[in-house]
């Protein structure tokens, strides 16, 4: 395999690979093929990305909606405030006239 990628980057990949074959336990190791075990490991690290780009998209969301809301609500205020003050300055423009 030949990558640009950091030897270290790709030793440890290839470390959490060996610990989902692991973790497959001995049984599996002695009855599936070696392309069998790899196999389950890729689709359970498709299965854990999925699963990570799905949280992703919802915080991704919640965060949108969340800053949407706060800004809404500082127009809100900044609106109010100019309001509020609208009577003020235009008395004081015609207090400057007179």
Do not use: C, W, Y
């Amino acid at each position: 395999m030949t990558s640009d990628t950091d030897d270290k980057h790709i030793a440890r990949l290839a470390e959490m690979i060996n610990a989902r074959v692991a973790e497959l336990g001995q049984k599996a190791a002695r009855t599936a093929s070696p392309s069998q075990l790899l196999v389950a490991v890729a689709l359970g690290l498709a299965e854990d990305l999925d699963v990570a780009q799905q949280s992703r998209r919802h915080f991704s969301e919640k965060v949108r909606t969340t800053v949407r809301a706060a800004i809404a609500r500082i127009d809100e205020r900044l609106e109010h405030q100019a309001k509020a003050s609208a009577p003020e300055e235009s008395s004081l423009h015609e207090d400057s006239r007179s």
